[in-house]
């Protein structure tokens, strides 16, 4: 599905938007911040502040590129090679953060304040128009903000199954709407379970109340993807496995026939969803920045220049005949770079069909169990489309389906997460990092920590 990013200060909607044809309000100014003394009234005032919801989700420090930048880089050993200037993202590169790194303060600052948008939006549910509406509302309210608050818990505290879920420190869980632009306000980190419990419930009220289909904003199936990711991520593998299949069997997606329809490659035009794409933030020549453009590609396609360049490591990973091999190019300046974001008013994809297959697969292999589909039969769909011989019952392995997934998600946000929960490691120079060590984790922003005395540093910061 299509996630139209608006601008705070846009007065009007473009023609663009106006011949979409959604079946909603579109011609309404996004509010980002509501004053106390300017309560809401009305449901035009509910859903206006819902749209300036999506419209944070859609930051370029969140969805709308830098999160997910950022979470390759991390995890990156050798696959890729950052040259650009900025030192603050340069650092999360090195795996030398420091705690007053600007991006990783921006990833935090812009997650609360859309978190507290849909605070907003909750507290005035009473405004809605219908008991329709307000599921409505309520639902895609849920959605962004459990999905931020899964990208805040699993970048600022330690992995799931790292010790003690119960003891080890989240991030706090600010469920009401405050005046405040941050959780300055003594509120301290509740505990990884906590956050994660938090994560679920909304998800599952959210898919709960959302319906199979919602125009450009998310819906059920939304819903159920992110589930499946917080499932994975703890290890809850049938829980992971029946979500993923809720949106298999919704019927509404289906795998395009190549790898590389699976992403919208028409240059410099303005970008739609393709068959497989189950939740994006989309970006118009009127308004949004895609920063996988902006990072990931040469500057004949609307990119920096020369960020980040693919290296020979992560080319060697495709096998012969592996279509997916040649999802890349070689620039005016001799760099090699991927062609997934060339498009510079392309989507910005979250969630694709395909991860929801892999998913399946994986848990289903480690759970013993065959929800939707087998182990083997997902895996070597997957293959197929990607050119590839299927795999026997001998050769499937959670290595083999580990791999898969690395390479069909390649560059898409999913690296360090991976990296983390299957245990693995990441080797940097001359250094390998665990897969539970500090400096995989993000620090608490030292302006939070100044802020904020009941906040608590994460180790090694």
Same mark, same amino acid.
């Given at each position: 599905?299509?996630?139209?990013?608006?601008?705070?200060?846009?007065?009007?909607?473009?023609?663009? *938007?106006?011949?979409?044809?959604?079946?909603?309000?579109?011609?309404?100014?996004?509010?980002?911040?509501?004053?106390?003394?300017?309560?809401?009234?009305?449901?035009?005032?509910?859903?206006?502040?819902?749209?300036?919801?999506?419209?944070?989700?859609?930051?370029?420090?969140?969805?709308?590129? $830098?999160?997910?930048?950022?979470?390759?880089?991390?995890?990156?050993?050798?696959?890729?090679?950052?040259?650009?200037?900025?030192?603050?993202?340069?650092?999360?590169?090195?795996?030398?953060? *420091?705690?007053?790194?600007?991006?990783?303060?921006?990833?935090?600052?812009?997650?609360?304040?859309?978190?507290?948008?849909?605070?907003?939006?909750?507290?005035?549910?009473?405004?809605?128009?219908?008991?329709?509406?307000?599921?409505?509302?309520?639902?895609?309210?849920?959605?962004?903000?459990?999905?931020?608050?899964?990208?805040?818990?699993?970048?600022?505290?330690?992995?799931?199954?790292?010790?003690?879920?119960?003891?080890?420190?989240?991030?706090? *869980?600010?469920?009401?709407?405050?005046?405040?632009?941050?959780?300055?306000?003594?509120?301290?980190?509740?505990?990884?379970?906590?956050?994660?419990?938090?994560?679920?419930?909304?998800?599952?009220?959210?898919?709960?109340?959302?319906?199979?289909?919602?125009?450009?904003?998310?819906?059920?199936?939304?819903?159920?993807?992110? *589930?499946?990711?917080?499932?994975?991520?703890?290890?809850?593998?049938?829980?992971?496995?029946?979500?993923?299949?809720?949106?298999?069997?919704?019927?509404?997606?289906?795998?395009?026939?190549?790898?590389?329809?699976?992403? $919208?490659?028409?240059?410099?035009?303005?970008?739609?969803?393709?068959?497989?794409?189950?939740?994006?933030? %989309?970006?118009?020549?009127?308004?949004?920045?895609?920063?996988?453009?902006?990072?990931?590609?040469?500057?004949?396609?609307?990119?920096?220049?020369?960020?980040?360049?693919?290296?020979?490591? %992560?080319?060697?990973?495709?096998?012969?005949?592996?279509?997916?091999?040649?999802?890349?190019?070689?620039?005016?300046?001799?760099?090699?770079?991927?062609?997934?974001?060339?498009?510079?008013?392309?989507?910005?994809?979250?969630?694709?069909?395909?991860?929801?297959?892999?998913?399946?697969?994986?848990?289903?292999?480690?759970?013993?169990?065959?929800?939707?589909?087998?182990?083997?039969?997902?895996?070597?769909?997957?293959?197929?489309?990607?050119?590839?011989?299927?795999?026997?019952?001998?050769?499937?392995?959670?290595?083999?389906?580990?791999?898969?997934?690395?390479?069909?998600?390649?560059?898409?946000?999913?690296?360090? %997460?991976?990296?983390?929960?299957?245990?693995?490691?990441?080797?940097?120079?001359?250094?390998?990092?665990?897969?539970?060590?500090?400096?995989?984790?993000?620090?608490?922003?030292?302006?939070?920590?100044?802020?904020?005395?009941?906040?608590?540093?994460?180790?090694?910061?």
């Amino acid at each position: 599905m299509q996630l139209y990013k608006r601008s705070v200060f846009a007065l009007t909607l473009t023609a663009g *938007l106006l011949l979409a044809g959604c079946n909603r309000q579109l011609d309404i100014q996004p509010v980002n911040d509501v004053a106390p003394e300017q309560a809401l009234t009305n449901a035009v005032d509910l859903q206006s502040v819902l749209i300036g919801a999506y419209d944070g989700l859609s930051s370029v420090n969140l969805y709308g590129g $830098d999160m997910l930048r950022d979470a390759e880089l991390l995890g990156n050993s050798s696959d890729v090679l950052w040259q650009g200037t900025f030192t603050t993202v340069r650092d999360i590169y090195r795996k030398r953060i *420091l705690v007053d790194n600007g991006q990783v303060a921006s990833t935090w600052l812009d997650a609360y304040r859309t978190i507290n948008i849909c605070n907003k939006v909750l507290d005035n549910l009473s405004l809605a128009s219908s008991t329709a509406s307000r599921n409505r509302t309520e639902g895609e309210a849920k959605f962004i903000r459990a999905s931020l608050y899964f990208e805040l818990v699993r970048s600022f505290a330690r992995q799931w199954g790292d010790g003690d879920a119960n003891a080890n420190l989240g991030v706090p *869980l600010v469920l009401t709407s405050t005046t405040a632009i941050s959780v300055a306000n003594n509120v301290p980190r509740n505990t990884v379970a906590a956050v994660y419990t938090q994560i679920i419930q909304d998800l599952t009220d959210a898919e709960s109340k959302l319906s199979a289909t919602n125009g450009y904003y998310a819906n059920k199936s939304a819903a159920a993807a992110m *589930l499946s990711r917080v499932y994975l991520q703890k290890a809850d593998y049938p829980n992971a496995a029946s979500a993923a299949n809720r949106v298999i069997a919704s019927g509404l997606y289906q795998l395009v026939s190549e790898p590389q329809a699976a992403y $919208d490659l028409q240059t410099f035009v303005n970008g739609s969803d393709t068959p497989e794409t189950v939740f994006s933030i %989309h970006i118009t020549n009127q308004d949004g920045i895609n920063d996988l453009n902006t990072f990931y590609t040469s500057a004949q396609y609307g990119g920096r220049g020369s960020d980040i360049v693919i290296q020979e490591q %992560h080319l060697g990973l495709y096998s012969a005949g592996d279509k997916r091999g040649n999802l890349f190019y070689e620039d005016e300046n001799g760099y090699v770079r991927t062609v997934k974001f060339v498009n510079k008013y392309g989507n910005v994809q979250i969630v694709r069909l395909a991860e929801m297959y892999l998913t399946r697969a994986e848990a289903n292999f480690r759970a013993g169990t065959s929800t939707g589909a087998t182990p083997l039969a997902d895996v070597n769909l997957i293959r197929a489309r990607a050119g590839l011989g299927a795999l026997t019952s001998a050769q499937l392995t959670a290595a083999a389906i580990l791999n898969e997934r690395r390479l069909e998600l390649a560059f898409e946000g999913t690296l360090i %997460h991976d990296i983390k929960r299957s245990r693995q490691s990441v080797i940097f120079g001359s250094t390998t990092y665990q897969w539970n060590d500090p400096r995989l984790i993000y620090p608490i922003p030292l302006r939070e920590i100044n802020a904020n005395p009941a906040l608590l540093q994460n180790q090694g910061y």
